[in-house]
């Protein structure tokens, strides 16, 4: 079986059709490959100094792993927040929240030698399973060719539709995520998957960044990750999709701080733009006329 794959300019609802018939859709090419050369860049340093000593049976033997990429890489925020994942995220996961959050942001380099990661589904740290109801989606950046010899993603197609309590999943039908550098995989958070073994020279890297239901946890502590003065510089849409804002509205509300949406977001910078310390920011300016969300 193969993952079906779009050209970049695929409208967003062709991408969520085959995302929720097969569990996993392919669009090519959507990013530049300059981007996604500086997106590894600002990744490298993380993986050459990645603690041997964090390595598990499932991250694998000869997979170097990099979290809390906003810390430290801004430019990964244009992948993460490129208007196409988006769009997609938008569809699965918005009928059931109000507003979603990254769930995780994950560098992931395969070395030369890896063999095949245990398949499994990223939705597991949550214990309710209703069928039709994602929690997450995932989206793997290519920042190589990825190919069926240097460890391109593994996907079950179909196997979204296995339910955990009482359906045998038959995992022996995997498609590889062959895609070159700039493409985008896209997962739902109930679909098996594995990184691919790396029989090839060469290291085989990626970016995956989930996307979560906002009334769920998010896999990674964002606030710790990339606490305020970290997330400060980034847009609103990035900061709202790490957490920094509130959930629902009246006695629905998620996520308030001092009882309302998380004021740092707004009293700091409507002060910094009186005070012409951020010029010129449409963003920046949108956040001083603002009032503060409630409920
Ligand atoms: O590296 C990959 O292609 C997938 C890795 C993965 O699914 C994971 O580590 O959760």
């Known amino acids: 079986m193969l993952l ?18 097969d569990g996993g859709v392919i669009v090519r ?36 792993r990099c979290g809390g990429v906003l810390r430290y890489a801004p430019s990964c925020a244009e992948l993460i927040a490129h208007p196409r994942i988006l769009e997609v995220a938008d569809a699965i996961l918005l009928p059931s929240c109000a507003e979603y959050q990254i769930g995780s942001t994950t560098g992931i380099q395969i070395l030369p030698g890896e063999s095949d990661q ?28 990825f190919t069926t010899e240097n460890g391109a993603t593994r996907v079950v197609l179909g ?20 895609m070159p550098k700039g493409s985008a995989l896209f997962y739902l958070g109930s679909t098996w998957h594995s990184g691919g073994a790396n029989r090839s020279n060469s290291p085989r890297t990626g970016l995956i960044n ?6 769920l946890r998010s896999e990674e502590n964002h ?3 990339v606490p305020p003065q970290a997330a400060r510089p980034y847009t609103e849409r990035v900061r709202r999709l790490l957490g920094y804002t509130t959930h629902g509205a009246g ?23 009186a005070r012409g310390q951020v010029p010129g920011s449409a963003d920046m300016r949108h956040l001083a006329g603002a009032a503060p969300a409630r409920g």
């Open 4 to 21: 079906q794959s779009f050209e970049a300019n695929a409208s967003s609802s062709a991408v969520v059709e085959v995302l929720r018939r």
């Open 29 to 64: 090419e959507l990013a530049p490959v300059g981007l996604i050369d500086a997106c590894a860049a600002a990744l490298r340093a993380s993986f050459a100094a990645f603690d041997e000593s964090q390595r598990t049976d499932f991250s694998g033997s000869k997979t170097r």
């Open 118 to 145: 245990q398949l499994h589904r990223d939705d597991t740290p949550y214990p309710l399973q209703v069928a039709g109801l994602e929690l997450q989606i995932g989206v793997m950046w290519a920042f190589d060719d």
């Open 159 to 178: 196997s979204h539709r296995f339910l955990r309590a009482w359906h045998r999943p038959d995992l022996t039908g995997w498609a590889s995520a062959v």
């Open 210 to 215: 989930t996307y979560c239901l906002g009334w």
């Open 223 to 225: 606030y710790l990750e």
């Open 251 to 273: 006695h629905d509300q998620l996520g308030y701080y001092g009882g309302d949406d998380p004021v740092w977001v707004r009293q700091e910078e409507a002060e910094a733009v």
